[in-house]
Structures are given as C-alpha cells and as structure tokens.
C-alpha cells in the first residue's frame, strides 16, 4: 500500500482522504484552517450557524453514489433547496424548471413567442444531456451512441458562445427578460450549459439541513476511522519533488515523504507557489496558469437577528430567495463601480429556516450574498486596511439596505453582522481572488482545451489534482469527480 499526503480537506480532499483509507493506503490530509471543509464548510458565532461559503450542490445522483460508496450517505441528513425568484413584477417560488417557465410566461404575457423560443431550444439541450445518465435497461444502452452524437452535435453548436450572445438570439437586449435571463448562472457562460444549469438550479438543487460544516464532519470522522490522519492548522509551504516526481510534503518546517501527493486545492498556487522545481512546468505552460481566469467571488453579510421563526418565514417563505432589480446599469466588469452593491442582484439565504436549531431559540440566522466584480476597487483597497475596511462597510450597508424591502426594519433586529470579501475567502480556502467555482466559465477563457472533461494528471509525475480546479467549471461534483478520478489512478 501507498503512503499519501492530501493538500486541502475540501470537498475533494476528504472524498479523495476516504476512497484512498478504504482501500488500505496510509493517507493524511493536510488542512491550513482550523476547521475542515473548505468552501462547504460552515461556522458558529453567538449561537447562530452559517455556511462558509457553499450553500448548496448539484449532479445529486453522482454525490450520493459516491457517498454511499465511502459508506456516509445514510448519515448526513441531504435535502432538496428550493428557491424564490423576485424580479420586476415577478415572484414566485419555483420547485423545478417547470415553475420557472410558468412564472415567466405569467411575468412577462407579451414575450409569450420569445420565450416559446427560447426553452424549446434549452430543453433541448437538457433532454440531451439528462439521457447520458446511467442506463437503467439494454434499450438505453443500445440507444447511447445516438444520444451521445446528439449531445456532441449540441455541444459544439454552443461550446463558444456565451450565455449573453445566446439570449440576445430571442430577446431585445434593452428588454428586463434579456437582463435576467443572460444572468442565470455565472457571467459569460458558455451557452452548451445553459440546459443543464436551468435544470440542476430547479430540479436538482440540493444542501445538508444540519449545514454543509455537519458533512464535512462526517467525512472526517469516516476518514479518521479507516485510520486517515487529518492535520488542522498545518499549512503546505511546499511539494517536494525529485527527479521529477513528487515525493513528499512540507508543513511547519517538517518534511513528510509520500508516495503520492494530491492537491485538493488551488490550481494556480500549487504550481506557482508550491512546487519545490519550478523547472517541472515547462515555462508556456506557467504563462498559461499565471494568466488563467477565475470564477467571480462573493461578497457575504453574516446577520443574526433577534427575530422570531416565524416571522422570517413570513416575511421569506422559504430560505432561499433570488432578488433582482431590473437596472440596466448592472455591469459585473466594471471593477471601478463603488456604487456596484446598490445594484447588485442578491441571494438571501436562512439556515435557520432550513433548520431551527441553527439559530438560538426564537431567533434566526442571516446570510445576503452578491456576486462581485473580479477586483473590485483596486483589489477592495489595494492592500490599504483603512480602505478595504470602508469599502466592505458600504458594500455590507448595501446589501443590507437592499434586504430590507423583504424585511422591515431589518437593522433593529441585528445582534450579530460580519461580512466576507472575496479577499476573506481566499485567506482561508487559498482559492485565487476567492474564485468560488474554480477556472472562469466563459468559453473563450477557458484553461482546460476540453473543458466537460476532468483533469487529475500534471507535469509532475506522482502528483495530482484532486480538487473542483481539476475541472473547467468545478463546483462540488467537480471535485467530487476529481477525487474519484485520483483514487481510482492510485
């Protein structure tokens, strides 16, 4: 058997730590936080419980096979996320694209045609994609040749064209449905995905009514039964490598030889700051890594309020809403905006409506999300604290007085508020400019060439990539997969 070392105890670190213990290698995950799970890791403050960063996953069919495989599924208490849409004269809950498309048609009668359009070709696309899954009978089986020339026909149509360009094909640019519908997903996707992203959002959305931290503890306690060891507060400064083959790591100026080494976190650090021989990469292929585009980050508001269940419910209905103000002016690349968070569309999220135990007795929990310009304002002050701590004041204050119209009077019920930067998020999961999805989604600054496709393998022999960055797109089945795909080449 191998020994292992695992950089990172994110979603990917821990599944990778657990298929690798289960069958008998000597694994050990080193992890810089003092807490494991990463991006789906959630924390405590004055009784209230919120997530870290993640709230909820997709590919449910996938992340729990594997979950049952590592033998955890049964444990960890999965449930559906639903959410409400708010735009314009719009604001329903919706529990699948089909609530969605109803909403739409009933928001906005007069683009009745556009809109008939428009989903005939997205469902098109999901019908597409949804057949690849698993065949359940040999007529399926005999069937997916077809399906996959389909898919291929599908995918290349679109592969390089945005979501924006593909939307402007049925809706006036000037026109609000233009507005929302370019902006469902992340910026400038890829329009191949659009299918499948509309459905995973509506029909398969998923998070953990104990909090994504409960999971994450889950996997640690497997792993450490299968007799994995899991090292808190234990930075990688680096890989040790000889004669072009990883051999180790090292943590608090101690040297731990491995057989394997997976890094289960950041794509551009492990190779720019990590790797002891910069001469492994050939010098093209830095370039390319320095110069990669990443996802956009969030900027998060932490509130807990003196607000009894009841009345959040009433005032959410449900604990997940979408809210967005029809503003032209909305543009996600103008890092120079300070007003931007006045704009900007918002994602409210109550663990505690998910789950009353997250939040002390008749009180509730709080989290107001914003995508966020990549850098903005000089990179949140350009390293001046004075700066950086009045642009994270007004950008709080903005999401907080957006929230409001849902919730009155929301600043008296405030006991407990914190906020989080895309700089916050990068200190703790070292994730570059707190890219929440690993490597951007738009087509045309893509980093893998084959961007559907995971990516363990790099220049240097014995190491591998064992995170969501092992995939163009990433998310939590992207590092899911990727931890599959390392311990399955150990």
């Not at 007069?110 to 098109?124: A, G, I, M, P, Q």
Request: aromatic fraction near 12%; glycine fraction near 6%.
């Amino acid at each position: 058997m191998s020994t292992i070392a695992i950089i990172g105890s994110g979603m990917g670190g821990l599944v990778a730590g657990n298929l690798l213990a289960k069958k008998g290698h000597k694994v050990t995950i080193f992890e810089s936080h003092i807490t494991p799970g990463g991006y789906t890791s959630g924390f405590w403050n004055k009784g209230f419980y919120f997530e870290s960063g993640t709230l909820s996953f997709e590919s449910s069919d996938m992340v729990f096979e594997v979950m049952k495989d590592i033998g955890v599924y049964d444990k960890i208490p999965f449930t559906r996320q639903y959410g409400r849409w708010i735009f314009n004269n719009m604001d329903y809950e919706t529990h699948s694209s089909d609530d969605l498309k109803k909403a739409l048609f009933e928001a906005f009668p007069s683009e009745k045609e556009n809109l008939e359009r428009y989903f005939n070709e997205v469902d098109n696309m999901t019908q597409a994609l949804l057949s690849m899954r698993k065949p359940s009978n040999v007529f399926q089986a005999l069937s997916f040749p077809l399906k996959l020339a389909k898919i291929i026909k599908i995918f290349k149509k679109y592969q390089n064209t945005t979501a924006p360009k593909f939307t402007a094909m049925y809706f006036d640019k000037d026109s609000p449905l233009y507005r929302l519908l370019k902006d469902i997903g992340y910026p400038d996707m890829s329009a191949a995905i659009i299918g499948m992203a509309i459905w995973s959002f509506f029909d398969d959305y998923w998070t953990v009514k104990t909090g994504m931290q409960s999971w994450a503890d889950v996997l640690v306690d497997n792993f450490k039964s299968l007799g994995g060891e899991l090292r808190l507060k234990s930075k990688v400064d680096q890989i040790i490598t000889k004669d072009g083959t990883a051999v180790g790591v090292r943590s608090q100026s101690e040297d731990f030889q491995a057989d394997y080494v997976i890094s289960a976190s950041d794509y551009k650090k492990t190779f720019l700051n990590l790797i002891d021989d910069k001469t492994l990469i050939p010098q093209d292929m830095q370039g390319k890594i320095e110069k990669a585009a990443v996802s956009e980050g969030f900027f998060t508001v932490y509130l807990g309020l003196n607000l009894p269940q009841e009345k959040m419910r009433e005032y959410l209905k449900i604990p997940h809403v979408y809210y967005a103000e029809d503003n032209p002016e909305l543009d996600i690349y103008n890092t120079d905006d300070e007003s931007y968070f006045d704009k900007s569309w918002t994602m409210i999220y109550s663990p505690s409506l998910m789950n009353a135990e997250l939040a002390p007795e008749g009180k509730s929990s709080l989290m107001i999300q914003a995508m966020t310009p990549h850098r903005w304002m000089n990179n949140w002050g350009g390293g001046d604290r004075e700066t950086y701590r009045n642009l994270k004041e007004k950008a709080k204050n903005a999401l907080i007085e957006k929230t409001a119209v849902l919730i009155p009077n929301i600043r008296d019920h405030i006991e407990y508020e914190d906020a989080a930067t895309p700089l916050t998020y990068e200190r703790y999961t070292h994730n570059t400019d707190g890219a929440t999805s690993a490597w951007s989604w738009n087509p045309n600054k893509k980093f893998y060439d084959k961007g559907m496709m995971t990516h363990i393998k790099t220049p240097v022999k014995n190491l591998y990539i064992g995170s969501c960055w092992a995939i163009q797109i990433g998310g939590v089945p992207g590092a899911i997969g990727a931890a599959q795909a390392c311990a399955k080449a150990i």
